[in-house]
């Protein structure tokens, strides 16, 4: 591949511009009302809301770890609300608002990250995996599953669609692109949504791919696109052709939603170290939620009472966040034996018995010291 090829301005398919003007696109038409799109800006708000407490619990000891979606939020919403109901995600670790889309509290999510609960929530009735730590394991654990559902002749119009959530870092992993060869030659109904935030961790775009994420696809034999990450409704028309495309039985295909992370990659990071502030200024000037403010107003779709009520919804979701979080409670040691397997297991139950008198042989010492 030359320079040029490898170097050219790829197409990103925009519905809703930074300065909030609806153009449309002919691939990807969007019947959409008003009511709706104040809806996604409810979400937007909201989740970006749930987002910063979470951060400031984080630094107030509250919360071991927390990875941020700020300035990704437009790419889960819109994602998050083109799945359907019988439809399944499986997120990485940073889909909080895919994750609001698909009915998890937020205090679920606050467990795992506070240590009490390793997930919290039932994923078949929620149509959300457990949030996935390991790096693009997840792409392969939904290529399973569509690759199941493909098996059970669970497509079709009232079907069932697969989406797959990971960062541009996780493209650099072998079971990434494991997942994308698997899903090609089975043809399985799974959507890959690479969201595409420009840094995994402190390394740049360009160490992780010479061309264009999306472009990769072709390499495995099925379609990518790159979306507009910061337009909420690009995303949701894309996504939605996407899932629609995977659940007929036309296999995969690769969405690169083009973000950017404002935040850094988790509360253990400071990305000043490594990144320029001029290079944040310019895309908070495509913040993802001003734009959608921006088209409202200018529309006339939204008053000031509208964007007070949402306003005054968040303060009552972040006082939720607050409460909730400092309430849960902490588990007993033994519990972490509890959810290994789903049938009894004769190993679980021996370590289980040895850790508990390994418990045990503490309080008999206390006891005797008391003595």
């Known amino acids: 591949m030359s320079d040029t090829t490898a170097h050219e301005e790829p197409e990103l398919i925009q519905l809703l511009t930074p300065e909030g003007e609806l153009t449309g696109h002919p691939d990807y038409p969007l019947d959409i009302g008003a009511e709706e799109i104040r809806a996604l800006y409810r979400d937007l708000v909201l989740v970006r809301r749930v987002d910063s407490e979470a951060v ?23 994602s998050g609300r083109a799945l359907r109901e019988h439809d399944m995600a499986f997120p990485s670790y940073r889909e909080h608002g895919v994750a609001w889309c698909r009915g998890i509290e937020p205090k679920e999510l606050l467990g795992m990250f506070r240590g009490v609960t390793n997930g919290g929530w039932d994923p078949h009735e929620h149509g959300f995996h457990l949030y996935t730590i390991v790096i693009g394991s997840q792409a392969l654990h939904a290529t399973g ?21 990971f960062g541009d870092g996780a493209t650099s992993q072998g079971d990434t692109n494991e997942a994308f060869n698997f899903a090609s030659v089975n ?29 990769r696809a072709a390499g495995f034999g099925f379609p990518g696109v790159r979306v507009d990450g910061n337009d909420v409704l690009a995303v949701l028309a894309v996504t939605r052709a996407a899932l629609d495309n995977a659940r007929e039985g036309n296999g995969p295909t690769l969405v690169e939603a083009f973000t950017y992370r404002m935040g850094a990659h988790t509360t253990n990071d400071d990305p000043s170290r490594y990144r320029a502030s001029a290079e944040l200024d310019e895309w908070k000037a495509k913040d993802p939620i001003l734009r959608v403010r921006r088209h409202l107003e200018l529309n006339g779709l939204a008053d000031e009472e509208f964007f007070a009520s949402v306003d005054a ?44 008198d390994y418990l045990a042989s503490f309080e008999s010492a206390g006891a005797e010291g008391g003595r």
Request: glycine letters at 8%.
């Open 313 to 356: 919804e968040a303060e009552t979701i972040g006082e939720q966040v607050r409460t909730e979080c400092r309430a849960l409670p902490d588990p007993e040691p033994l519990d972490i034996f509890h959810e290994v397997y789903a049938e009894p297991n004769v190993h679980i139950d021996r370590q289980r018995s040895e850790f508990a």
């Open 187 to 215: 043809n399985a109904p799974v959507v890959f949504f690479c969201q595409n935030n420009q840094w995994a961790i402190s390394e740049p775009l360009e160490r992780q791919s010479r061309v264009p994420i999306y472009r």
């Open 56 to 78: 400031s619990l984080q630094r107030q000891g509250e919360l071991g770890l927390w990875a941020s979606l700020l300035g990704q939020e437009a790419a889960q919403i819109g």
């Open 145 to 165: 599953y569509a690759m199941g559902v493909q098996r059970d002749g669970a497509l079709g119009e009232d079907g069932t669609a697969v989406i797959s959530y």
